[in-house]
């Protein structure tokens, strides 16, 4: 009777002291990417990712656990250390490690760690980081790739103190420049290089030309290497994808395996008895907006590919849309074989939801392995055991084994300590019947201490994509918002993903459109719930959120404030300058000049003297994918014409993936601008920040 007060008295306190999340935990956020299983299956390595003490950069380091669980432990010391690969017979471990010089990343190299203990060695000595590693069956060998070419080896001993290098660049075709990697090098490919693991082994280069050459994956003879290639110059001209290939260790020319149908290819996945190879690919035809991935196999002798997945009208190999993926070191898993090469296992999306499955490898008949609310980010299988990543919207990612009957078993609790402090809790799922009788999903994260008798600021986050989706994965930035005294409603308006081709495509040649009338629906519906404050509406979002933002207050006045993120505003310029081309029909039938109408109705720029709600606009100084020009310069701009509220954040240096994998203080400061935009003007706030200068302020 005694243990049992002292327990409730102890469930209490903790409960007591239990504090709301902050948007300054996410430097103490742990992060769990790759994990990849021993041969044996008894031991799991994986990258642990964390924030350093000055929250200025991300550390990466090799850890590993056991398959039954236990307490992790460090195998390397980091600080960039990624990319972890067993040997064979699981005796080493190869892995990338990026030393500094001067505080500067030097170019990523092999190196190897014997399992018994020691100091890791270096492998490779490349002049060009290392990409990839890839085991020959034997553990002899080590394929991997690299930009590097041979003449880079006498570079440095032949540079002269008085040699000039030229930094112009001479652009010749439509993409030169990739969202977070920078500028393309266009006399740089990717390829295939092998090397012994002795000790003192040189590198020996297997491809060559001006294509890339990415993927190497080993027959399970270790007679070929397979990769995937578009041997095609400007590939952006044609409805055409990828290749698959192979090419001997030894050298020698590259052979094509013929793929049937035309698309994309990635994850490739031979077989145990080298018969099939399983990839994960596309069909360029017809030309959709969003176009699903299936699960292929060829033959590995050639001829037609199977698509096993055809009648499975959802995602394979799926991700959901979230802000707490591990912001370095992540790789993506592959299909994984059974040991019989019989059937093959996966990943499937569907309404929010990543969970395993089998697929028979003859007939493509598709079977549930697991099922719930989580999103599997990553799997392992072997020697009959399997281990997944998993997160939930109280979990930001964990280990757990998996059991034949889909039963998950957790074997880590990486923010256990952190995480004992905080109060999190669960979304709530509501479905919408939208005006033409589309089911909507979307979920409702409240306050830590609802009220349902009290009415709540609300805030619309709109995922961006816009063929993506919300669902079961962690959320930093839904928790803290509601831990602010919000409710935050985030939905997935038709054109998301993990609902089927049809209600993906929907949008194709009509966005923004219906999917606005999508997310009204939302939140009429929970305003009709009672709990939420008509008065005090909130929007937001990011990349295709974004175009739904600014396109949201053009038509309507409904929200005391919005800030979008990483936006377009005007289509007809985003065609000219994002990273990647709109070439082919994909959301846009014409170019700009053949089409004007049709990219001005669809853009919110075009009806930007009918916004009145406060904007702000976050915009990354390095975002290629939406450039700053194509979308917050130009709303900020108009908007001072006008006289009406807004303000701009410009975040140096930052791509993108802001939100996802930015320099950690710049997502902090990034939180604490988008909930005092709304504190100001939903809730009344005296927040003085946006104010300085400003000819109204000084009246």
Known sequence: MKKIFVAIVLLFTVAAFARNITEKDLFKFTWIADPQLSPDGSQIAFVRVTVDEK????????????SKGGTPRSITNGPRDTAPRWSPDGKTLAFLRTNEKDGKPQQAQIELLSMNGGEPRALTSMPKSVESIAWSP?????????????????????KSDDAHESDVRIINQAIYRSNGSGYNDPTRSTHIWVIDTDENAKPKQLTSGDFDEEDPTWSPDGSRIYFVSVRVFEAYYDERDAD??????SGGDMVKIGTGSRGSISRIAPSPDGKWIAYVGTISKPILSYTQP?????SSSGGEARNLTAKFDNDVMAALTGDQRAPRGSRQSKPAWSSDSKSISITTGEQGRTNLAHVDAASGALKAWTSGNRDVQNFAMANGRTIALVSTPTIIGDLYSVDEAGAFTRLTN???KLFADITLTEPEEIWTTSFDGKKIESWVQKPPDFDPSKKYPMILDIHGGPHAAYGYTFDHEFQWMAAKGYVVLYPNPRGSTTYGAEFGNIIQYKYPGDDYKDLMATVDALIARGFVDPKKLGITGGSGGGVLTNWSITQTDRFAAAVSQRSIADWADFWYTADFTL???TWFRKAPWQDPQDFAARSAITFIDRVHTPLMLIEGEADYRTPPTSGGEMMFRALKYLHRPTVMIRFPGESHELSRSGQPW???ERLEHIVAWFD???NGAKIDTYDKGLREASK
Do not use: C
Request: net charge positive.
């Open 55 to 66: 929250g200025e950069k991300y550390l990466t380091s090799i850890w590993s656990v056991s």
């Open 138 to 158: 034997n553990g002899k060998q080590i394929a991997f790739t690299a930009t590097t070419k041979p003449s880079d080896f006498d570079k440095k001993n032949e």
């Open 244 to 249: 698959l290939f192979y090419v001997s260790p």
């Open 294 to 298: 299936d699960l292929f196999v060829v």
């Open 414 to 416: 990486i923010n256990e």
């Open 583 to 585: 070439f082919q029909p």
């Open 666 to 668: 710049h997502r902090v």
């Open 680 to 682: 100001k003007y939903l």
